[in-house]
């Protein structure tokens, strides 16, 4: 083209940047009255209820018990779980009662063992509504037991699971959760009793690593941070003190020392210290195909894997981390392949439909060899500070490539603790983990998979034509624990690598999707993790979520940063408070009205950020914020939804969750308005938000006003049925409004000023 020749600009039509400040509304909460009372079984319940209670008096001095503080289960019946039925009316501070955290089918409760036998009348006489509500509601209480630090799993289950280390085994302990601070001090006492006895620790925190008494480079000044904060056990307690909970790694030499501990009403949870590998790959060489000359302005992908040892992939290394897995135990040949992906996949794959994306690696040398045996992985505390460091001193890394899974698979309704620990640093140090779901033949993803913050990639085959196909087999399935929507997208997991080898798995659909996301990360003006991974899964190639696709195939030539003339996309970020409804007025373009109705297609998509509302004891209540949001139009009579939304609470909450995902932070929708079209009521459409919080008592909040706003990252997409400029007519009636989503671009419109 001339233009081209000319060393103009081509005609951009980039991704648009919305301005456009929320017009906020009021919204009015409700409280348990008459009608909320389940009749049919408030007098059995009142029975029962007052006879369990009867029982725990009776028989306290059997279970776990720190200062006259003991810990019940209260499980909720199947029609009670939605936040509005929290018996908090019931369990109250007057009647020593404070709640912990969600558990299981219920809640975890603080409860003073003087008012056991206290709770006996109160059922009976049961004098308030709100009373009647929640004796109507709850199905059962029990006393947690030493027994459910095991979670249902037998002493010899978790100990044959535990990888070997020096003289015993290592565990991850989580120190049972209390709200009374001299209750915890004498739980924290007992605990720290058994240690050298019972359990001793690894050693210190990065002590794998060695020693520097001179930090010279960015990661070492960082480990000395890392380290200052004190040994691992030290850490442990005093997040424990700060926070309510803790966990901590450590080595118990016998069945029996488990036993013990177990035993010793000091744990909440105990689990075999989580094993990473990465897919199996074949051997390979160095690299037949030659670097591009001008790789220093090409976006940097941090890679935690086995290392990088090809020395022809040295000038796309922009920088290497101490290693934490050293030498021949580190598994360089996939940390190799994984790099040789990230850095030129394309290259090696001309056959599929891959854009042109050349990336620099950051080498994290932190993943072993199966065959090195469990002796050589890191402790998972070891990984998550070690990670943290070498985060900290890459500031201008900002994606990260996992393709590195746990043996074990994801609980459904348990975050695993990599899972939120990654999602902690993510969140803190602004970064977009891209994490392969797993493989093998199980039935669910495997952590880190389950972390809320990252692209999580599973895997697809290629087509003749080289475009996505069928489902990877040994890919592994979501959805994810606690409402995750896992995986988010897929990409090829047939490729070949480094040496021209022939290698599957997800790992290597991780690997391509980073440089994706590295790129998009470069491009976007304003880029955020979150907006990213928003505008990755809004143009993937599905119109829902299934649990082999997620979302739907990354795999196009066509970049997520632009559009076409015919379709025009908005994304923008709002921070967003509970207790108002938020509504943004777009108008609708020319090129969508047919005959006088709405027509075309159209497409939302919304990611939040649910921290600080975000808790790995909560079991399957993980999530304490989740957001709805819909694409309305104005109908003869009023604002209806086009697409989106969740009328939840026309269902029963467990259906919501399993058939709405309403617990989910993604929320995708798309949707063909219809050929018939649509009678419009007014010239505008309007994108509705809402925030909902629940379990506020968990985080340390009293009240939903004293929570922060909520981050959300949104995109929209709005496409004419038929060939059109719908693109500039969309600039034209927002042009105060919207701006290039992407760096060095001009907004252009045919035939404009």
């Known amino acids: ?64 018990d720190y200062e006259e503080k003991t810990l019940v289960c209260v499980s909720m019946f199947d029609d009670s779980h939605a936040p509005s039925w929290l018996p908090s009316g019931l369990f109250n501070l007057d009647r020593g009662a404070k709640f912990v955290v969600p558990y299981r089918d219920g809640y975890l409760i603080q409860i003073d063992t003087e008012f056991l036998k206290l709770y006996s009348g109160v059922i009976r006489r049961a004098l308030t509504i709100v009373d009647q509500v929640d004796i109507s509601r709850v199905r059962d209480v029990r006393a947690f037991s030493a027994q459910d630090a095991l979670a249902g799993r ?46 001793h620790s690894p050693g210190g925190l990065l002590d794998i690593l060695g020693s520097d008494t001179l930090p010279m480079t960015p990661e070492d000044r960082a480990f000395s941070v890392i380290r200052s904060r004190g040994d691992r056990l030290a850490l442990a307690l005093r997040a424990y003190r700060r926070s309510g909970q803790a966990g901590v790694t450590v080595v118990i030499k016998q069945p029996e020392h488990l036993e013990a501990l177990v035993g010793s009403g000091t744990l909440f949870r105990i689990d075999p210290s989580p094993r990473l590998v990465g897919s199996p790959g074949m051997p390979g060489g160095e690299p037949d195909r030659p670097l591009p000359a001008m790789l220093e302005m090409a976006p940097i992908v941090g890679v935690v894997d086995g290392g990088l040892t090809a020395e022809s992939y040295r000038p796309a290394e922009a920088w290497a981390a101490p290693p934490l897995i050293r030498g021949r135990l580190a598994d360089a040949r996939h940390g190799n392949q994984i790099s040789s992906i990230i850095i030129h996949g394309h290259d090696w794959n001309g056959t599929l439909t891959l854009p042109p994306l050349y990336c620099r690696v950051g080498t994290v040398q932190a993943l072993s060899k199966l065959s090195a045996g469990a002796t050589a992985a890191a402790p998972v505390d070891d990984l998550i500070a070690y990670l943290e460091a070498i985060m900290m001193a890459h500031p201008e890394t900002q994606v990260w490539n996992f393709s590195m899974n746990q043996l074990e698979p994801c609980d459904s309704e348990q975050v695993s603790y990599l899972g939120h620990e990654l999602a902690k640093l993510a969140r803190r140090y602004s970064k977009l983990p891209v994490i392969s779901v797993g493989n093998g033949n199980e039935h669910a993803l495997k952590p880190p998979a389950d972390c809320e913050a990252a692209l999580t990639v599973g895997g697809h085959l290629a087509c003749l034509q080289g475009g996505p196909g069928a489902a990877c087999p040994i890919s592994l399935p979501g959805p994810g624990p606690c409402g995750m929507l896992k995986p988010d997208v897929t990409n090829f997991s047939h490729v070949r690598a480094i040496g021209g080898a022939s290698v599957k798995g997800s790992s290597f659909s991780a690997g391509l999707t980073s440089s994706l996301a590295a790129h998009t990360m470069m491009r976007l003006s304003d880029p955020s993790p979150d907006m990213v991974r928003a505008l990755l899964i809004h143009n993937a190639q599905s119109d829902r979520f299934t649990p082999t696709s997620g979302f739907g195939s990354v795999a196009s030539v066509v970049p997520p940063w632009e559009c076409d003339e015919s ?86 909450e467990m259906t919501a969750r399993d058939l709405e995902h309403k617990w989910s932070p993604v929320r995708h929708h798309q949707k063909d308005f219809g050929t018939k079209g649509l009678k419009l009521g007014g010239p505008s459409l309007r994108v509705f938000a809402r925030i909902y919080v629940r379990d506020l008592y968990a985080f340390g909040f009293d009240d939903a006003a004293e929570t922060p706003p909520f981050s959300v990252s949104f995109v929209l997409t709005l496409r004419s049925r038929f060939p059109s400029d719908l693109y500039d007519q969309m600039v034209t009636d927002l042009r105060e409004y919207v701006e290039p989503g992407i760096i060095d671009a001009d907004i252009q419109i045919e035939g404009g000023a």
């Not at 409700?30 to 009749?39: F, L, W």
């Not at 001299?182 to 359990?199: L, P």
């Not at 697409?643 to 269902?651: A, C, N, P, R, V």
């Open 1 to 64: 083209m001339a233009e081209e020749s000319s060393g103009r600009r081509p005609l951009l039509r980039p991704v648009l940047r919305f301005t456009k400040a929320p017009q906020p509304a009021a919204v009015q909460g409700g409280g348990k009255g008459r009608k909320d009372i389940r009749a049919d079984r408030i007098g059995r319940q009142q029975g029962h209820l007052a006879s369990v209670f009867e029982g725990l008096a009776s028989t306290k001095s059997h279970f776990i």
């Open 154 to 199: 037998g002493l010899d289950q978790i100990w044959d699971r535990a990888p070997e280390h020096g003289d015993g085994r290592l565990f991850f302990a989580r120190l049972l959760p209390l709200r009374d601070r001299d209750a915890a001090e004498t739980m924290i006492g007992k605990f720290q009793a058994m240690q050298d006895q019972t359990f």
């Open 567 to 652: 379709s025009a996309t908005l994304m923008w970020q709002e921070d967003l408070r509970q207790g108002a409804a938020f509504y943004w007025d777009v108008p609708i373009p020319p090129a969508l009205i047919r005959n006088g109705k709405l027509s075309g297609f159209g497409a939302l998509t919304a990611v939040l950020n649910p921290h600080p509302l975000a808790d790995d004891l909560a079991g399957p209540n993980y999530f304490g914020v989740r957001v709805n949001t819909a694409l309305q139009y104005q109908a003869p009579a009023s604002f209806k939804n086009l697409l989106g939304s969740i009328e939840t609470d026309q269902m029963p």
